[in-house]
């Protein structure tokens, strides 16, 4: 599992042009080079580059895609808080960051020790997951599931 702690590492100091590259990005990472380079008056190269840096750096992490769940199948949208005996922690929460239906899992502040995303086909596919998963795990203590009924937004990475 990462570990994304806010303060392992220095911020570093993005110049205007590394800002423009990463909203360029943000809206759309499938954008060439050379089309970013006429949005922002640099040279294909030095995109390249620059993005290069930004990654080197740790600033990109990553680019993926966005899947509508529901064009896929899946039906059920869910968040879980999971309080978990302290000696479990990091056992549990390396567990469920493998399983496939979890999307998001971070540890929180607050009465609940892990709080859980998790998308799933259908009610039946999360009901198992609950009982085989949640439920049979050791130090799991207590668990509370709130079903989403209706997305109004939803950020994947982070926008500066």
Do not use: C
């Not at 750096?57 to 769940?69: A, L, S």
């Not at 009610?123 to 207590?142: A, C």
């Amino acid at each position: 599992m990462e570990n994304t702690g806010w303060n392992e590492l220095p911020p570093l100091n993005l110049d205007e042009i590394d800002q423009s590259i990463l909203e360029a990005l943000y809206e759309n990472s499938r954008v060439s080079y050379t089309e970013l380079g006429k949005q922002i008056g640099l040279s294909r190269v030095a995109v390249q580059s620059r993005i290069q840096t930004l990654i080197e750096k740790g600033v990109i992490e990553r680019f993926t895609v966005v899947v509508n769940p529901t064009r896929v199948g899946i039906h059920v949208s869910a968040f879980f808080n999971v309080d978990v005996e302290p000696k479990h922690l990091h056992e549990i929460a390396e567990k469920l960051s493998m399983h496939p239906s979890v999307t998001s899992l971070y540890h929180m502040t607050g009465p609940s020790t892990l709080h859980m995303h998790g998308i799933f086909k259908n009610m039946q596919e999360m009901e198992t997951f609950m009982l085989e998963t949640l439920y049979s795990t050791p130090g799991i203590v207590k668990v509370e599931s709130q079903m989403l009924l209706k997305r109004y937004k939803s950020r994947m990475g982070m926008k500066l």
